[in-house]
C-alpha cells in the first residue's frame, strides 16, 4: 500500500536558520504529493503541492522538489521566522485517497 | 467560500453516550474524509466518501463508528456508545478529483469521561 515516512521530530531552530525536513514515499501508480501545516489549535492548512516528477511546489518561502528517482519530497526555507513553529505533514494522494506522514514538530526560538 | 465546517467545535460527553460529529463540506467538492487525530497515533483516515457514497471504511475502528454522507453538503460520524478510548480530535476534509489537495475543517475535539 501507499505510505509516507517524514523526519520524525521536534526540531528545534533558531530564527533565520535553513530548514529541511525529509520526507519519502512508497507508492503505486503517479501520486500527487503535499505538505501540509498545522498550527496549534488549528486544522490542517495545505502548504504547498506538486503533481507530478520534477515539479516544485512553493508557498510562503518553502519549497519542495517532487523527485521520482528518489521518491522523495523534501520541504525547505531558507531563513525561517518564529511564526513558523508548527507541525508539519508530508501527504501523498492517490486514487483520491490521502495518506499522510507522522508529522514533524518544528519550534523557531528567537 | 467559508470552507470546511465542522460542528460542534468542543464535545465533552460521558461514556455510554452517543455522540455525533457534523461536517459541511467546500461546495462543489466531491470528495470528503474523517480523520482522527490522537498524540499517540496521529493522523488516522477513518473513511471517505465520493459522490456521496463510502468508498472506504478500513479505518473505522469498530462497530461503535458510523458515517453516513445523505446528500453532497452534509456528513456525519456517529460513535455509540462512546469510550474514553475515542477522545481525540476529529477532522473533516473535502476536496475535488483535480489532484490538488484536500480542505481541512477546524476539527472537533471530543472527550469522553
Known amino acids: 500500500g501507499n505510505s509516507v515516512t517524514q523526519m520524525e521530530g521536534p526540531v528545534t531552530l533558531s530564527e533565520e536558520a535553513f530548514l529541511t525536513i525529509n520526507c519519502t514515499y512508497t507508492a503505486t501508480g503517479y501520486p500527487s504529493l503535499f505538505w501540509y501545516v498545522q498550527y496549534p489549535g488549528e486544522g490542517l492548512q495545505l502548504l504547498l503541492k506538486a503533481t507530478k516528477a520534477d515539479d516544485k511546489g512553493s508557498n510562503k518561502g518553502f519549497e519542495a522538489t517532487y523527485r521520482k528517482e528518489t521518491t522523495s519530497f523534501h520541504l525547505e526555507k531558507g531563513s525561517v521566522q518564529v511564526s513558523d513553529s508548527a507541525v508539519y505533514f508530508c501527504a501523498l494522494s492517490a486514487n483520491e485517497k490521502l495518506t499522510f506522514g507522522t508529522g514533524t514538530r518544528l519550534t523557531i526560538i528567537p | 467560500d467559508a470552507g470546511v465546517i465542522q460542528s460542534p467545535r468542543h464535545e465533552v460527553t460521558e461514556m455510554g453516550q452517543e455522540v455525533t460529529l457534523r461536517c459541511k463540506p467546500i461546495?462543489?467538492?466531491?470528495?470528503l474524509f474523517w480523520y482522527r487525530q490522537t498524540m499517540m497515533r496521529g493522523l488516522e483516515l477513518l473513511i471517505y466518501?465520493?459522490?456521496?457514497?463510502?468508498?472506504?471504511d478500513s479505518g473505522m475502528p469498530e462497530d461503535r463508528f458510523s458515517a453516513k454522507m445523505p446528500n453532497a453538503s452534509f456528513s456525519t460520524l456517529k460513535i455509540q456508545p462512546s469510550e474514553p478510548r475515542d477522545s481525540a480530535v476529529y477532522f473533516c476534509a473535502s476536496s475535488t478529483r483535480d489532484r490538488l489537495g484536500a480542505f481541512f475543517g477546524q476539527g472537533t475535539r471530543l472527550t469522553v469521561v
Open positions: 466518501f465520493n459522490n456521496n457514497v463510502p468508498i472506504d
Open positions: 461546495s462543489g467538492h466531491n470528495s
